[in-house]
Nanobody, 123 residues
Framework: QVQLVESGGGLVQAGGSLRLSCAAS????????MGWFRQAPGKEREFVSV????????YYADSVKGRFTIYRDNARNTVYLQMISLKPEDTAVYYC????????????????WGQGTQVTVSS
């Protein structure tokens, strides 16, 4: 069982930056692939980024590539999402999730989810 708690969301102007954090409970954090997803009002939850167990491999959605960076600290049981050059279309609730499957971009392949943190980007 893994419990995930996101933090770091907020209101920011376009062009600004935020860093999201996701703290995991338990001693098995390093055995999970960690992903970030987001869900805007009226839209389906979409993949943002994923990082492998060691932190050595990452993937990004095309919409955030070059602007967002995912990284993890296994000693602190935490995964981060650094977001720069934010756009109004990045506005959404951001969720972190844990999976046993590397590279998955499907919500159905993630076993544990956080409660989400709101990111709002004003124009």
């Amino acid at each position: 069982q893994v419990q995930l708690v996101e933090s770091g969301g907020g209101l920011v102007q376009a062009g600004g930056s935020l860093r999201l954090s996701c703290a995991a409970s338990g001693r098995t954090f390093s055995s999970y692939v960690m992903g970030w997803f987001r869900q805007a009002p009226g839209k389906e939850r979409e993949f943002v980024s994923v990082i492998n167990r060691s932190g050595g491999s990452t993937y990004y959605a095309d919409s955030v590539k070059g602007r967002f960076t995912i990284y993890r600290d296994n000693a602190r049981n935490t995964v981060y999402l650094q977001m720069i050059s934010l756009k109004p279309e990045d506005t959404a609730v951001y969720y972190c999730a844990a999976s046993r499957i590397w590279g998955s971009r499907s919500t159905t392949e993630y076993d544990y989810w956080g409660q989400g943190t709101q990111v709002t980007v004003s124009s």
